[in-house]
């Protein structure tokens, strides 16, 4: 197993359109046979291609974009399936940078690689979810 450019470049397509606001390009990259989508909000999940993209679509249009500052794709393929791991960094006005991951799996499809299922996150401290003590 190897890194995939390809992959990488599709991410960095999809997390430069997120920051953007671009909505079609954002949901461009997303396969009609996505499963899930898991955002970073408790309500977030949206199972499906048309519940996902219409999510997708609403909250680009509300925020006009994510303020996503800095991140790490690494993208990975064994034959026609790929995953992706990324960390990176919002910046949310009058806020301090906090942290987000996202993970996701793709499919090689005709246009390229498609979103099968991708979920965001950003971390809680273990001391939050009082399971101090835990080694990191």
Same mark, same amino acid.
């Not at 949310?92 to 498609?114: C, D, H, K, N, S």
């Given at each position: ?31 009609e046979e ?24 609403? @909250?680009?249009? +509300? &925020?006009? $974009?994510? !303020? ?6 690494? #993208? ?30 793709l499919r ?8 099968? @299922?991708?979920? +965001? &996150?950003? $971390?809680? !401290? ?6 101090? #003590?835990?080694?990191?």
């Amino acid at each position: 197993m190897h890194r995939n450019a390809e992959i990488e470049d599709a991410v960095t397509q999809l997390l430069q359109a997120l920051r953007k606001g671009d909505a079609d390009a954002a949901t461009t990259g997303i396969s009609e046979e996505l499963t899930v989508m898991i955002g970073t909000d408790d309500e977030e999940w949206w199972e499906g291609y048309d519940a996902s993209v219409e999510a997708v679509r609403a @909250q680009l249009d +509300a &925020s006009g $974009g994510f !303020p996503i500052e800095t991140f790490e794709v690494r #993208g990975y393929a064994l034959g026609e399936v790929g995953w992706f791991e990324v960390k990176g960094t919002i910046a949310i006005e009058a806020q301090p940078p906090f942290g987000v991951r996202m993970t996701g799996v793709l499919r090689r499809e005709a246009g390229g690689w498609g979103v099968l @299922q991708m979920h +965001a &996150s950003t $971390g809680t !401290p273990n001391a939050e979810l009082g399971m101090d #003590g835990l080694p990191v």
